[in-house]
């Protein structure tokens, strides 16, 4: 994605458990970077969920102003305090208004990793969440980030087999780009499915303990697109079936929240006019246009506490909408499908806490059932 960047902090630990060490830890944070500064110049966002038995800050505030403020931060669900602590601070050092002229509510999403990582001990740092933070900022429009067993995929788990990050894109005829990342960690492997092929049927059952099928799977979409906050919340929801494809069916206990963002607008945020230059933050954005008897007219800039109104920002700006907004559905089921996949693929087997194995999707048998998926037997695989 032009612009934007994502950078892991992987915590990898085999240390006795406390007081002599800090236990085994199979962890870490992941942090999708939209470029520029977020708080002075939001961007249009939208979510939506599936099955809501996780946590994602900063989802209420982005579903009622329509903005995204922060880049997204993903870790492990005991950790996602520390996370949301540390991203504050990152934040603040990087513009002096945050807290003085309004606050932020960063958005931090988890997913369960208990499995492989002792969560009774607090593993991430604040100087993990900046060493992602920083690695996300320096990769925009470097080469495609890491996948599998990394950042805040380290631990998790999905579909039967080791899952974890994973990421994919599509091109739009409009020449737009969709991306989507994911934070995989959901299903048993009777339900994955690949091209249609019951793939998790055909392969043996784990020998080692396996990861309960309800972990969750957070989905952030993002487009360079001139899309608003409404049909990024349309874009969102349409993770849903891409995660369908794999095999998910949205369990009990799992999480399934879904983000979309849109580069292809950015709305200004401003100080009051009534503060001298001397008086502004040394971080802040260029200046404004001239002060408007009315703040709200015309100049798209927001005055004070006051939330940035789409409307005032968005009018006459070409947008996609409506059936224009097909090509994108299809972009994003696609993406979030390969991105499962990429997510498994790209992971090694690991273990983690008490022996317990998540173990690599084995590729060369998926690849020999997909050739043949109605004629290839276990036997012929050499799975007897």
């Given at each position: 994605m032009p612009g934007v960047?994502?950078?892991?902090?992987?915590?990898?630990?085999?240390?006795?458990?406390p007081p002599a060490g800090r236990g085994v830890a199979r962890t870490g944070v992941t942090v999708i970077d939209l470029g520029g500064n977020l708080f002075r110049h939001p961007v249009p966002a939208g979510g939506a969920v599936l099955n809501?038995?996780?946590?994602?800050?900063?989802?209420?505030a982005a579903a009622e102003w329509g903005l995204a403020e922060t880049p997204v931060f993903l870790t492990s669900t005991m950790q996602l305090g520390r996370v949301y602590d540390a991203a504050c601070e990152l934040l603040m050092a990087q513009d002096d208004g945050i807290g003085a002229d309004d606050v932020i509510i960063p958005i931090v999403a988890e997913c369960d990793d208990s499995f492989l990582n002792d969560a009774r001990r607090m593993q991430v740092t604040a100087a993990d969440v900046?060493?992602?933070?920083?690695?996300?900022r320096a990769a925009?429009?470097?080469?495609?980030?890491?996948?599998?067993?990394?950042?805040?995929?380290t631990g998790m788990s999905c579909l039967g087999f080791k899952g974890g990050i994973g990421t994919a894109s599509r091109l739009t005829p409009s020449g737009h780009t969709v991306g989507v990342l994911v934070l995989s960690n959901?299903?048993?492997?009777?339900r994955l499915t690949i091209d249609g092929v019951p793939v998790g049927r055909r392969l043996p059952a784990a020998v080692a303990a396996t990861s309960p099928p309800a972990g969750s799977c957070i989905t952030v979409a993002v487009t360079d697109a001139p899309l608003d906050s409404a049909a990024c919340a349309r874009l969102a929801r349409r993770a849903g079936l891409g995660l369908a494809r794999t095999g998910s069916v949205g369990h009990h206990a799992s999480g399934e929240i879904f983000l979309a963002l849109a580069t292809g607008l950015r709305g200004?945020?401003?100080?009051?006019?009534?503060?001298?230059?001397?008086?502004?933050?040394?971080n802040s954005a260029a200046e404004p246009p001239a002060a408007s008897p009315d703040p709200h007219a015309e100049t798209g800039w927001i005055v004070g506490g006051d939330r940035l109104a789409e409307a005032g920002w968005l009018a006459g700006r070409d947008r996609i909408a409506g059936r224009g907004l097909d090509p994108f559905f299809a972009a994003v089921v696609e993406a979030t499908e390969e991105a499962v996949l990429n997510s498994m693929l790209a992971a090694p087997t690991v273990v983690g806490r008490d022996g317990n194995v998540s173990r690599r999707l084995p590729a060369e048998q998926v690849k020999a059932m997909l050739r043949a998926p109605g004629l290839v037997s276990p036997g012929e695989l050499g799975l007897r």
């Open positions: 960047g994502v950078g892991h902090a992987t915590i990898w630990r085999d240390e006795p458990p809501g038995a996780g946590e994602c800050t900063g989802f209420l900046r060493a992602a933070f920083d690695a996300a925009a429009g470097g080469p495609a980030p890491a996948e599998g067993a990394v950042g805040a995929g959901f299903g048993d492997q009777e200004p945020r401003h100080e009051p006019p009534a503060r001298s230059a001397d008086q502004r933050p040394a």
